[in-house]
């Protein structure tokens, strides 16, 4: 199978997530596209927090002056150029070679956040390497083994992040039938199935053959007797701590000493603990719809919760972005920022870094164009005033 000399030739032809997302099933080993793509148990919750943007209509305005728009915000103090950042998505090395440092890149490049995530591929010292150290966020998923992570802590601060979010709803993994179906690890097991499958998609074969970034760079090496796949498996399958409570977020935010953000609210009187804690901003989260299937969708929870709370904390969200309308319509319902998960791991499967940097492109025009539709020119006065009533 001859492979095209210049991959993002055909960049110029994607206008929508969507398309990403088709060519990155078609170059992404089915185990890595499957994980990105998919839910816990039925995956009703999944598909709620797409379907959920569609059923919120936009108030049309006309005859209004839309010079001079801006989509610039500010994230925990930070400028941005839109009110976005690169959610933490775990194993995104194998929906590309080097993929979390590709993805750091381009949100650099574009002016918005980047989170790393406990679970990648490329390790935190990676990200700071390659990207001269330019501040980012880092995900951290609480270990039973308080050593470890202490020590994770200590890493963070080194590669200098700006912050860190900490996971609270992983604190048992929700079952995703994909994953246990195509046996997922990383690297892939060489199956013939599996070597079948990856046979298929030579431009990602030859990214994994040109890099040594195969496992997960955050533990290798950082954990006695964790050395290879099987001892990896063995110690992330006993690591995550059912026991985490808010006692465990003021521990952690004494060890960091800096901006805490909290992931995974779902519920306003979590989100009325989260500000008690001492947090800085609040992701309301479900995990994608890839823990608790039947939870509503993140859009659906994001009003009651940004009520609750007021401006007593910075409120994200993130969970079936696919656009910059739904952007644009999170912002009018209360989040101060949106995280962008698999719109750009689709974008990252397909084209590498400037597939990151058109899925930006594509949110971003899609915001501007949608504000102006809605009467509005900057993105900091938009109010639930831009929707219709329900």
């Known amino acids: 199978m001859a492979l095209n000399p210049n991959p993002t030739a055909d960049l110029s032809k994607i206008t929508c997530i969507e ?12 185990m890595f596209y499957d994980y990105a793509d998919s839910g816990s148990w039925t995956e009703s919750t999944y598909r709620a927090n797409e379907a959920d943007f569609q059923s919120i209509k936009l108030r049309q305005r006309v005859a209004v002056n839309m010079e ?37 890149r381009a949100a650099k490049a574009f002016g918005i956040p980047f989170t790393l ?8 010292e990676d990200i700071a390497e390659h990207t001269d150290r330019h501040p980012f966020m880092f995900q951290l998923y609480v270990m039973r083994d308080r050593d470890f992570v202490q020590r994770l802590i200590e890493r963070a601060k080194a590669a200098n992040c700006s912050a860190l979010q900490i996971t ?51 533990i290798v090496g950082h954990v006695k007797g964790v050395d290879n796949m099987s001892s990896l498996s063995a110690w992330t399958a006993q690591q995550f701590d059912p026991t985490l409570s808010w006692a465990d977020v003021e521990w952690i935010k004494k060890q960091w000493g800096g901006k805490i953000v909290l ?30 299937d039947g939870a509503p969708s993140s859009i659906s929870a ?39 998960g698999r719109a750009w791991l689709y974008a990252l499967g397909a084209y590498g870094q400037p597939g990151v940097t058109k899925a930006l492109e594509i949110i971003r025009n899609e915001l501007d164009l949608t504000m102006a539709f809605c009467g509005k020119t900057d993105i900091n006065t938009v109010d639930k005033g831009i929707l219709l009533p329900a």
């Open 117 to 124: 995530s406990t679970m990648s591929i490329c390790s935190l």
């Open 263 to 292: 992931k995974g609210i779902q519920d306003a009187e979590d989100a009325r603990l989260a500000v008690n804690s001492g947090a800085d901003a609040l992701i309301v989260s479900n995990h994608g719809g890839r823990q608790l």
């Open 302 to 340: 994001l009003p009651a919760i940004a009520d609750a709370v007021g401006n007593t904390i910075e409120v994200w969200m993130d969970g079936g972005v696919r656009s910059g309308q739904d952007v644009l319509k999170a912002r009018a319902l209360g989040a101060r920022g949106v995280l962008l």
């Open 68 to 104: 001079g728009r801006s989509t610039r915000s500010t994230m925990l103090g930070q400028d941005v150029t839109m009110p976005v950042a690169i959610a933490p998505t775990g194993l995104t090395g194998m929906q590309h070679a080097d993929g979390e440092i590709y993805g750091a």
């Open 19 to 30: 398309d990403l997302r088709q060519v990155a099933q078609k170059r992404v080993p089915r």
């Open 168 to 218: 609270l709803d992983l604190q048992i993994l929700g079952q995703r039938h994909k994953d246990i179906k195509n046996g997922l690890s990383a690297p892939p097991k060489l199956t013939l199935k599996n070597m079948l499958n990856i046979a298929s998609k030579p431009r990602w074969a030859l990214g994994m053959v040109g890099t040594q970034r195969r496992s997960f760079g955050n």
